[in-house]
């Protein structure tokens, strides 16, 4: 949804945020580009602000004045809650969409008729399944991740600490989690509608994605050594 917003707007990914996000700029923030937050590199997965999931407008303060970690487009790492309310105020600012979500079902949701929502509707709650937490199975490429998860303080920890709040895995089994319309965390929807939307970037058989946006998702921006994740 945010390259499609971009690509609308004819803004290249090497543009940086602060041209369509004046207050974006502060604290070190002015060479950010759309590259460095759609790769993880904008230095932005951590608040040191105490903002709450569940109020946008604390987040937003907050990333606004929240200083990098390094300098931006210099290290990799998973922007684990931090993600999703970088991208929805991105489009919010190109697209004048009142949320990513309204943006998503606007130019890829109804023209694909996914079964699929970003803020879900009230009468589509009856429908939703619980979830559950998973089993976890550990081996030896994730003994770094835990460790750093487990360290208080660590980069790791407090990336999935930033926003606070909605940690648990019920959670998101209550409506106020799905209505929220939380991107990259907060979607609700079927398998096959997921099937559908994928099938439509791999194959680029549908209009309603432009090949040039389903050529950009083709193209890594960054494999390095992940900060947070603890992988390269």
């Not at 759609?38 to 569940?54: F, I, K, Q, Y």
């Not at 309204?102 to 699929?116: C, R």
Request: contains cysteine.
């Amino acid at each position: 949804a945010c390259l499609m917003a971009l690509h609308e707007a004819g803004l290249p990914l090497e543009c940086p945020v602060s041209e369509i996000w004046p207050e974006f700029v502060a604290a070190g923030k002015e060479d950010v580009t759309f590259a460095d937050v759609l790769s993880h590199r904008a230095g932005l997965c951590v608040l040191d602000e105490r903002a709450p999931m569940t109020n946008y407008d604390a987040v937003i303060t907050a990333l606004e004045h929240q200083a990098p970690l390094w300098p931006p487009g210099t290290q990799q790492a998973y922007h684990a809650r931090t993600f999703g309310f970088l991208l929805d105020e991105i489009v919010r600012r190109v697209a004048g969409a009142a949320s990513i979500g309204e943006y998503f079902q606007e130019v890829i949701g109804s023209p694909l008729k996914l079964d699929f929502w970003i803020g879900l509707p009230r009468e589509q709650w009856d429908r939703v399944a619980t979830i559950y937490p998973g089993k976890i199975s550990i081996n030896a490429r994730d003994q770094a991740f835990l460790k750093a998860f487990n360290t208080s303080g660590s980069v790791t920890q407090r990336a999935f600490a930033s926003p606070v709040g909605l940690a648990a895995v019920s959670d998101l089994n209550k409506p106020e989690a799905w209505t929220a319309g939380f991107a990259s965390m907060g979607g609700v929807g079927s398998a096959s509608a997921l099937g559908r939307f994928y099938s439509a970037i791999a194959c680029g058989t549908n209009a309603a994605i432009p090949p040039q946006v389903a050529g950009l998702l083709s193209k890594p921006l960054s494999q390095a050594h992940d900060a947070v994740l603890c992988l390269d």
